[in-house]
């Protein structure tokens, strides 16, 4: 028996997992692929995430999970009509892999149990106890009494709890040998409708050119690729020399009732399938917010489930203020997320 499953080990279920077992509590954190593993992401941490790191796990980012160039110096962002907007502020770059296989770790070093190649496939709740299929060579069962969801976008175990079937946002990058003439040091994003159906971006990782785009159409990512490629090489002079890999992804949408789902019953949501999640995909300061306040919530409701669901909601109020703040300001950017203004 545990006090709580976590599913996921990405920074919200790292985050949850990190608070719960270093408070006493027993926890069981599954992931469902092999630790470290891969996850498509810019992998930029902006201020806020470095802050909470700090907060959370006690300590600064190792430079071993960072990738050249390590200094994210902010974001540049180009509307819809071409103007652009700098937003500088210090930040990292860092390989996803190895920064949440560091955030796993601190956890395991907290106490939490760690099984990584897991999949949850359902949870039932009887008599305060829930009970979580989860799947590796064979089918078994854990008990907990909580659980919180921390799986990312995909959110199958969410999918099968509430039966819903939620909306995506598709990305597809490629990573590339080339140069291009502008700043590593910073992160790009393009909001020209011609360009995505959500936006296109740029960003260097270790020397490796990363370009991008978000559709909510999977049959026209081919020709807004390449039309950004185009964009890309009048603009500012792109050459790309050999392409090194492609990314296909999936993001919440986010759209403008700004629904979060906090959870049901003894199970909570945290990070991307709760709906945290602000502009151009940045989830990761909010996906370790939102788990830390999941963890709280349970601590200081354990043996009161019915307010548990009120008390993270009332805790994670500024993280919700902020993030629709951040959509705010991309919507009076550009035409392309007028929808999102508040």
């Not at 990312?152 to 990305?171: C, E, S």
């Not at 009048?234 to 890999?245: A, D, V, W």
């Amino acid at each position: 028996m545990y006090d709580a499953i976590i599913i996921g080990a990405g920074p919200a279920g790292c985050t949850a997992a990190k608070t719960l077992s270093e408070n006493g509590y027993k926890v069981l954190l599954v992931e469902k692929f092999k630790l470290p593993r891969y996850k498509s992401c810019s992998g930029q941490l902006i201020k806020k995430s470095l802050d909470l790191v700090r907060e959370y796990f006690g300590e600064d980012v190792p430079d071993f999970t960072t990738c050249a160039p390590a200094e994210n110096r902010g974001m540049i962002f180009t509307d819809d009509k071409g103007a652009t907007f700098r937003f500088e502020q210090y930040g990292l770059n860092v390989w996803r892999s190895t920064f949440d296989n560091w955030l796993a770790e601190k956890a395991a070093k907290s106490g939490a149990e760690i099984r990584d190649n897991t999949s949850a496939i359902s949870a039932s709740e009887s008599g305060g106890i829930v009970t979580v299929t989860l799947k590796v060579e064979r089918i078994y069962t854990e008990q907990a009494r909580y659980v919180i969801d921390c799986e990312g976008a995909v959110g199958a175990f969410k999918r099968k709890l509430l039966n819903i079937t939620p909306q995506y946002i598709l990305t597809f990058q490629t990573f590339s040998q080339g140069s291009i003439d502008l700043d590593h040091h910073y992160f790009y994003a393009f909001l020209q409708p011609e360009l995505s159906e959500y936006d296109a971006w740029f960003n260097v990782k270790d020397d490796q050119l990363v370009l991008g785009v978000a559709v909510k159409d999977k049959s026209k990512i081919e020709s807004y690729y390449a039309r950004f490629i185009s964009y890309m090489e009048k603009n500012y002079g792109l050459k790309i020399e050999k392409q090194l890999k492609i990314d296909k992804w999936i993001m919440p949408h986010i759209r403008p009732d700004y629904t979060i789902n906090y959870g049901v019953g003894r199970v909570l949501f945290a990070g991307e399938i709760a709906g945290f999640l602000n502009p151009m995909g940045e989830g990761i300061s909010a996906a370790m917010e939102s788990g830390h306040h999941a963890a709280v919530s349970i601590i200081n409701n354990f043996d009161n489930p019915d307010s548990i669901c009120s008390d993270y909601k009332e805790r994670t109020a500024l993280l919700y203020d902020y993030m629709k703040r951040q959509w705010n300001l991309i919507a009076r950017m550009t035409d392309t997320f007028n929808e999102m203004k508040v």
